[in-house]
């Protein structure tokens, strides 16, 4: 009986390590970098893609971004230079603030970062958070013109664009780092987290009105590409906590 068991355990093991191809780890640590001509340590949000199987394998980026810049989808029509920033932070967020940072997502997704209150995370349909728009007014005000280039250039119009897709030969790692200076200078907690577990086999192209209606047309991804083949299994990822200033927890 004993013997069945640990055998029972080992084919587990054995199918849920072949199950976990590809791991995507999230962390945070700090570096030295540039904002407004002057060199500050700010934290990174740091995401590396591990190719655990024997195969080469292609996928989107969770986030793609080469400016190492968060972007947020905001619906506020202000400019960063027309507001108190330092008040509207201190009266938006305080210590209990509890957010969820969704980093980009699936390859139709994965041009922006979403905020959701961590109290409607496990709801179907999340509210629109004017904590986006907050964080886009700050990083706007850090680094002006980068950010609003940045903003307007990179879109998800060519998802097969080299820039947005990975190429990994068996058990290789890469890394991309992203700058959340803004998040210090909030309060609070967040949890920054990928909420997809497999990528995507179609991507958008061209979007239409029809009988008032919002449609897109769809292409799939091919299944090889330059010799690669492409991932569509279940990857495995974490979560990372970044308590506004100093607390970096990993889940």
């Known amino acids: 009986m004993i013997r ?13 390590c072949n199950s ?14 540039k904002v407004k001509n002057d060199s500050v340590r700010a934290p990174f949000l740091v995401i590396t893609y591990e190719n655990l199987s024997g195969e080469k394998i292609f996928f989107p980026k969770i986030y793609n971004n080469p400016c190492s810049l968060p972007r947020f989808l905001s619906l506020s029509p202000f400019k ?13 967020t305080n210590d209990e603030t ?3 940072v969704v980093v980009g997502g699936g390859i139709n997704t994965n041009s922006y970062w979403d905020i959701v209150d961590e109290d409607q995370f496990d709801l179907v349909e999340c509210e629109y958070d ?14 002006g013109e980068h950010y609003l280039i940045n ?12 820039n947005n897709l990975i190429f990994l030969d068996p058990y290789d790692v890469y890394s991309e780092s992203f700058n959340l200076i803004g998040f210090s200078r909030l309060h609070g907690k967040y949890t ?15 979007s239409r009105i029809n009988n008032g209606k919002f449609e897109w047309d769809n292409q799939s991804v091919p299944e090889e590409l330059n010799g690669y083949k492409y991932y569509f299994k279940k990857f495995s990822s974490n979560s990372v906590v970044f308590t506004s ?7």
């Open 98 to 100: 509890r957010m969820i």
């Open 151 to 162: 903003e307007l250039t990179n879109s998800v119009s060519n998802v097969l664009s080299k």
């Open 20 to 33: 976990q191809e590809l791991n995507i780890t999230l962390k945070i640590n700090y570096k030295m970098t």
């Open 192 to 206: 920054f987290t990928i909420i997809h577990e497999r990528f995507d086999r179609e991507y958008r192209t061209n």
């Open 245 to 251: 200033p100093l607390f970096v927890e990993t889940k």
């Open 80 to 92: 960063a230079k027309n507001i108190d920033l330092k008040n509207l932070i201190d009266q938006s």
């Open 130 to 143: 004017c904590m986006n728009d907050l964080l886009d007014l700050i990083y706007k005000s850090l680094f």
């Open 4 to 16: 069945s068991t640990f055998i029972f355990l080992l084919v587990l093991i054995s199918l849920s």
